[in-house]
């Protein structure tokens, strides 16, 4: 148990509609960043948080969006939701925003968009 | 995008050492090796990171060439929880943002 938290589990919906993947980090980090893992895409960075502001992006669509609150969970939000975004998200956390420093991911949140 | 080069897979008997090389030539100064495994589809979990010197902890060694251009990571006696997919990542050279590769897929072999 990597102390990084992901809700919900699995997810369906529909395309067009929008959701919301809800992610905690361990007690204690202040940084958060989100990963895609789709079959055909392998495993891709999308954004990164650290403590509450945005530190980096990476591959993230513009129906994609992020945040990260005071207490600092984070949540990454999909619109328009299309069937190629069906994929594993997954959150990580580390105590800051040095390279030296390990991420420690979640279980992920399985989308599928039918 | 990906800065790494790995085997696309490789077979390892039980009990034995697992080296798995990872090519990064375009490393910069500052910018790290980590391993992580992923297990099925499980959340990515770490396992060494470096920087210049060789590591070892628990899980594995880390042997990074002197020009840094590659690495090596040892799973000195592999079990078959080990089977698994490793990813060699460089970090980013203005963060830490991990650029996944497509890994070597280890299967270790009873």
């Known amino acids: 148990d990597s102390g990084v938290t992901q809700t919900p589990k699995h997810l369906i919906t529909a395309t067009g509609q929008r959701v919301t993947l809800r992610c905690s980090p361990r007690?204690?980090?202040?940084?958060v960043y989100w990963y895609q893992q789709s079959l055909d895409q392998g495993l891709q960075f999308l954004i990164q948080?650290?403590?509450?502001?945005?530190?980096a992006k990476g591959n993230i669509l513009e129906r994609f969006s992020a945040q990260q609150f005071p207490d600092l969970h984070s949540e990454l939000n999909l619109s328009s939701l299309e069937l190629g975004d069906s994929a594993l998200y997954f959150c990580?956390?580390?105590?800051?925003?040095?390279?030296?420093?390990?991420?420690?991911f979640g279980p992920g949140t399985r989308l599928t968009v039918l | 995008d990906a800065k790494t080069t790995q085997p696309p897979s490789m077979d390892c008997a039980e009990g034995r050492a697992a080296n798995l090389p990872c090519n990064h030539s375009t490393i910069s100064g500052n910018e790290y090796v980590y391993w992580y495994r992923q297990i099925h589809s499980q959340g990515p979990q770490y396992i060494i990171h470096g920087l210049k010197n060789n590591e070892t902890n628990e899980m594995a060694s880390l042997i990074i060439t002197e020009d840094r251009k590659s690495s090596t990571l040892i799973l000195p006696h592999a079990t078959l929880r080990d089977t698994a997919v490793y990813y060699c990542i460089v970090t980013a050279n203005t963060g830490n943002q991990f650029y996944f590769g497509t890994g070597t897929s280890l299967t270790v072999i009873p």
């Open positions: 948080y650290y403590n509450g502001e945005e530190r």
């Open positions: 007690s204690g980090d202040l940084s």
């Open positions: 990580a956390s580390s105590l800051g925003g040095g390279q030296d420093l390990e991420q420690f």
